[in-house]
Nanobody, 121 residues
Framework: QVQLVESGGGLVQAGGSLRLSCAAS????????IGWFRQAPGKEREFITS????????YYADSVKGRFTISRDNAKNTVYLQMNNLEPGDTAVYYC??????????????WGQGTQVTVSS
């Protein structure tokens, strides 16, 4: 089993940057693929990006491509989401998730509690 804890959220002005972290417990973290999702008020949870267990493959939603970068450090049991050039539309609760399939769907096995990101205009 894997437990995930997100951190790094906060309030930032449009055009600014944030780096989110997803820290995991459990010895098998390096065998899981990791996804980041976000959910804005009144909207469904949407896929942002995912990374394979070894960091060799990643996918991005069109809405964040070129602005967000996912990476992982298996030695630290942590996945990062670097977010640049943030827009008010990026305001949401951000979640990381771990699973055995590298996918853009919400079928990951384990989820964190989320961290709030608010982008002011």
């Amino acid at each position: 089993q894997v437990q995930l804890v997100e951190s790094g959220g906060g309030l930032v002005q449009a055009g600014g940057s944030l780096r989110l972290s997803c820290a995991a417990s459990g010895r098998t973290f390096s065998s899981y693929h990791i996804g980041w999702f976000r959910q804005a008020p009144g909207k469904e949870r949407e896929f942002i990006t995912s990374i394979s267990w070894n960091g060799g493959t990643s996918y991005y939603a069109d809405s964040v491509k070129g602005r967000f970068t996912i990476s992982r450090d298996n030695a630290k049991n942590t996945v990062y989401l670097q977010m640049n050039n943030l827009e008010p539309g990026d305001t949401a609760v951000y979640y990381c998730a771990a699973g055995s399939a590298l996918t853009m769907s919400r079928t990951y096995n384990y989820w964190g509690q989320g961290t709030q990101v608010t982008v002011s205009s």
